[in-house]
Every structure is written in C-alpha cells, then in structure tokens.
C-alpha cells in the first residue's frame, strides 16, 4: 500500500482546498498507510522488545504530537515553519518505506529472536558484536542523561540579573564604558552613539549591533558573544554577577586608587616591595581610603598585601605562583618562564590628545620590547605576560607542572580509592584533564560577556581617569568621591606625566569591551578551578622558588610551605590582577571574574559526574571564597 501511494502521480487539477496550517498536520498524518504502521509496529516490538505498540499506533492516530513527544513518529510540520507539500511529506514516506525494507532485509524480521546479542552478519562477513536493540538501549540512556541535565538547569529558580543604575543615573553614557565611539572633546560619547549601543545590547539583533557607530578604525569587541547557547553546564544568561560599584562610590574611588598606584609602581621588582619607600607610601594611602577592599594585615594594606587576594594561600610566599615561575615540561619540551618584557619606564595616554583619540578608537603604536628575557619580576612583566597570552596559557602551564612534580590526584578519583587493576587515561587522566582545561574557556568567556555587554557595560579606569582629569582641571564637574580626588596617587601622577591621566602599559590602552567582569579573570577562574577539582589541594609544592630583582634567574624559597591549592589560587587572581596593574580592570573585575568562571566549571563538572562508567561520587575542591564544594 505504501509502495503505491508513493507511485501514483500527483493531481495537477481539482484538489481539494488546501486546510489552514495548523489542521494541515493533523491530516497528513492520518493518511499514513495502515500497512505502514502495522509494519513500524512490528520493527519497533521486535527490536526493543515491547508488546505495547498497538497503543502507541492509536496514539499516533490520534495525538500526533503526544506520540512526536514520546518518540513514537516523525516530526510534524509545525506551525509557522517551512509548509509540508504533498511532495515534501511523500518524500517522507519513501525514506520511512525504505527504512522498513532495509529493517526486513538486514534484520530478518519476524525470523530474529527479540533481545538477540548480535545482528547477523552483513554482506561480506564482518562479525557485529551488538545488536540494533544494544545500540538502541544506548541511545535511548544518553538522551535520558542529557534531558535529565538540561531539565535540572531549567528547573533552577529565575533569578534576575541586576545591575548598577549609573546608566539610568548619567543617561548621557559618560558613567558608562563607551570606548570606540564617537566622543566630544570632554570624551563623553555622542549621545545617539551611546543609545544605538544600548539599544542593540537590549534587542540583540545583529542589525542593531550593525547600526551602531564608530568614532574610528577600531571595532568594538564580540559584543554579541553572550547571546551564543552553550550546551554543557547552565545558559550564560542564566549567571548571576552582583552589580558594579558605583562611578560616585567610595568603593569605585578606593579601586581606583589602587589602579593609579600600581601604574605607578611598575618597574618597583616585587622582590624591593618589603623595602622600596614608594611602595610604603601607597600602603598608606590605600589604607586610609573610607573603602578599599583588599587584604590587610592589622587593619593596614602592607607590602605583603599589597595587590594581593583575600583567596586562601594568596597572601603568603612569592608574589607570583609557582606556576608563573617553575619550569615547563610539555611533553619531551622542557622551556623556563623566562618571557619576552616590555622595556622600563614607557607608559601610554597621558598625553590628554592621545587619551581622547584612544577613546575614539584612533590608531595606536607597537609595543616596545625589551631584548633580555627574563622571569617576572615587576608589574610592568606581568602586564606584558596577560597582554599577549592565550585564554587556557596559565592552566595549561600549571597542568604540566603538576604532572611534573607528580602531584597527588584528588582522592575522588576512582583510580585512586577504588580501582587498582587499572589505570586512568581517557577519563580520569591526561586525556580528560587537557581537555577540562581547554572546554572550559569559551562558556566561561560566553558567560562574561553576556554580563559586560547585556547587563552592566561598565567604565574602564582608563575612561575614570579621564573624569579625574576634567574634574581637576576645571573642564566638567563630576560626581565623584573625594576619596580619589585627595589621594596621593593623583598628585604622584600629575607631578610624574603633567596630567591626572592613568598611565596605560599598552599602547592603545584598554580593549573595545566593558569592563566588568574580567575576562581574563574568568578565563582564569574556570580553568583553575578544573585543576582544583582534579588535584589533591593540600599537597605542598617541593621545592619552591623565588624571583630576583633583575629577573634573570631564580632562587630557593624558604618561607611558609606552599600548597597546590594556595598557588592556584594564587594564579589565579596573578592573572586577573595583572590587568588592574597594566590599567585597564578594576579588582572587583578580577574577584567576580574568577567567581563567575569557577561557577561555570563546576556546572560542567556536574554535567560531567553523571556520565562515568566508573563509580566515583564527585571531586571536592575549595572555592575562592574558602568554602569547601563537592561536585
């Protein structure tokens, strides 16, 4: 019947009026031929052994969409898609007919018994060790794992991502990041440039983001990256970041100051930090700040504080982590962390004509390198560091070096409490811990710029500093805190370069995208936290190093022992707070870019615990915040 359904030639003439769409599908697929469902019954019952298929037939008859839903026949058109033609739904059948002969022929239906191991053999031989009913059962198993994730992450309460109200405060953009588009001679951006931006970061049409314009060469960056769906772990829209501080804020005042010092102190070797007198004078001045959030030892920001985290191990040994400094071994390669420098003593945008043409996306220069590599000693290294690293770079890195000194595994690990007769590679090992670190990235970067762009497009201190500098030369009045305006950070700056400017590590200053959250921040965050997970936290790193003031080689640590977790730790906010000190983040970028990356890596490991053949319960990892977490 099927075969002659499909043979016949279609009408040209006198047909019937063609039914609205949305009863179109329950027509056509009450027209399936009988023989045809008799025969899907048949190959449905004897490949997954069931009895109840006469149900689901009457099921299809009568509720297409229930059985669509169960599985049970092929998709219906659907209402306000593409029409199904006659020809379009008889092409359909040809392959469901086909499908059925092939089922006949190669399966040898109502010969086969139900359940049987293996199918028979193919043309020329080969022995197929499963069945269609093994292959079935797996099918059926993965999409159960998947469905049963995805409604777990769609079940979770809506919560409403806020931000601060700068915008709705100084609607004329100037409170909010608008780097690379028109500006007045104040660089505060043309008005309607500012809300095309908004407008497209609102509707997220890509035409809208088309429409809005530039003020130079320079393009703004990536800004609908968030808008992307991501298939592992929650939706990027479903991050939860808190609001920025505010531009009039004493908090946003204490960052900033914070951001001015360590421009200021670049070239200071973080070996001199517990000696050199400037470094002493910003302790002092961000301590007397009515709000700076940093560590503090005593009520006081000290050198051994200074531009560090509150995350545990951060405070204690070396500036730097281990693993910005230990040798690499990759694979047969074995490379030190000498890196190539930029040269001392060169800083950007001061010049108030140069700071407005950055701010209008103009032309920059190259960066200026030093020829001698050498370890990391000062900001001005580090900055050259995150300036040209890939987002995975840190962690990939910390990986080797781990591997290297043999770092116990976390004691999760079924390989190491429960299986002994075999080993891990391909989950639980190399394989699988390359491969966290590198899938980790772009859902977190996703994540990020669904809040830079979508939700809180906040400032750069490149563009506050700017305000600062109005504000002091009587061009525009601001509201700022007074906290920054009396710092010694501003009048060190203005008696250094003749302008209240923030001096800039690279030549075109900060990039084309918001400020908050950090990306590298979070690219760091999710990365680390895939490596906290994997490895034993508490083990203490052998033989630890320390820099020298000219960076050219290393020396032995002595000091407090240093943990896995410590270090990583440590890493991880190295990172994020290298791109406060080049000055173009601000610290609340980096701890909430590290937050929202480990929240994104723990969704993915928790996707992830279910899937394993082998018994295993969840890794158990310390967050940034200190608490303990079991995936």
């Known amino acids: 019947m099927a075969e002659q359904l499909l043979t016949q030639p279609m009408k040209q003439r006198g047909r019937p009026k063609r039914p609205p769409r949305a009863q179109r599908v329950h027509i056509l697929t009450l027209r399936v031929p009988e023989e045809l469902l008799r025969r899907l019954d048949a190959y449905t019952a004897q490949v997954q052994g069931r009895k109840e298929m006469p149900k689901q037939r009457e099921v299809l008859r009568q509720n297409p969409h229930q059985a669509q839903a169960a599985g049970r026949s092929p998709a219906p058109a659907q209402t306000g898609g593409t029409p199904m033609t006659r020809r379009t739904f008889l092409g359909q059948l040809a392959g469901a007919a086909a499908a059925i002969a092939l089922a006949d022929g190669a399966l040898g239906i109502g010969t086969a018994q139900a359940g049987h191991r293996a199918a028979p053999k193919p043309a020329g031989g080969t022995y197929a060790p499963l069945s269609v009913s093994d292959l079935r059962n797996r099918r059926n198993a993965a999409f159960q794992m998947r469905a049963d994730r995805a409604r777990h992450w769609y079940d979770l309460p809506m919560q409403i991502p806020l931000a601060n109200d700068d915008e709705l405060q100084y609607p004329d953009g100037w409170a909010n990041f608008s780097k690379a588009l028109p500006h007045d001679d104040l660089g505060h951006p043309d008005p309607d440039a500012f809300a095309a931006l908004v407008h497209a970061c609102t509707t997220g049409d890509p035409d809208d983001f088309a429409a809005i314009p530039l003020g130079g060469a320079q393009p703004i960056r990536n800004p609908q990256a968030g808008l992307s769906f991501e298939l592992c772990g929650y939706d990027s829209n479903q991050t939860i970041v808190p609001p920025a501080p505010t531009f009039a804020s004493a908090w946003r005042a204490g960052e900033m100051v914070e951001v001015y010092w360590a421009s200021l102190l670049r070239d200071v070797p973080f070996a001199e930090y517990g000696t050199h007198p400037l470094v002493a004078q910003a302790c002092a001045d961000l301590s007397a700040l009515s709000d700076f959030r940093g560590p503090k030892e005593g009520g006081l920001v000290t050198p051994n504080t200074i531009f560090r985290a509150l995350y545990a191990g951060s405070v204690g040994g070396p500036f730097i982590s281990q693993f ?67 987002p995975l770079q840190a962690a990939y890195h910390a990986l080797s070096i781990l591997l290297q000194m043999q770092a116990p595994l976390d004691p999760a690990s079924p390989y190491v409490s429960q299986i002994a007769n075999q080993d891990a590679f391909t989950t639980f090992g190399p394989v699988e811990w390359f491969d966290l670190i590198g899938r980790a990235p772009r859902p977190a970067h996703e994540a990020v710029w669904f809040q830079k762009w979508r939700i809180h497009r906040s400032l750069r201190p490149e563009e506050y500093g700017g305000r600062v500098h109005n504000h002091l030369t009587g061009a525009f009045a601001y509201p700022l805190y007074a906290d920054v305006l009396n710092s010694q950070a501003v009048q060190e700056t203005f008696s250094r370069y003749g302008t209240y400017l923030c001096a800039q590590a690279y030549p075109d200053g900060a990039p084309t995208h918001c400020a908050y959250p950090s990306g590298h ?43 896995v977790g410590g270090e990583l730790n440590k890493l991880a906010f190295n990172i994020g707070m290298a791109r406060v000190m080049a000055g173009i983040h601000w610290r609340s970028d980096v701890i909430q870019g590290n937050k929202l990356g480990q929240e994104v890596s723990i969704a993915i490991l928790q996707d992830m615990q279910p899937a394993y053949n082998e018994p295993y319960s969840g890794f158990t990892l310390t967050k940034f915040d200190r608490t303990t977490f079991q995936i």
């Open 324 to 390: 910005l400094l230990q040798d690499i071994a990759f694979g047969a390669q074995v490379n030190t962390q000498q890196v190539k420098v930029f040269v001392p003593n060169v800083d950007y945008l001061t010049n108030y004509d140069d700071w407005l043409a950055r701010q209008n996306g103009g032309v920059f220069g190259a960066r200026l390198y030093d020829h001698t590599r050498r370890y990391m000693r000062n900001i001005r290294d580090l900055a050259g560091w995150v300036d040209a690293d890939p």
């Open 521 to 563: 921040s979070v690219g760091a965050g999710a990365t680390i936290t895939m490596l906290k997970a994997i490895f034993d936290e508490s083990f203490v790193i052998p033989d630890p190093v320390g820099l020298t003031a000219d960076g050219l080689s290393l020396q032995s640590y002595t000091g407090s022992p240093l943990t």
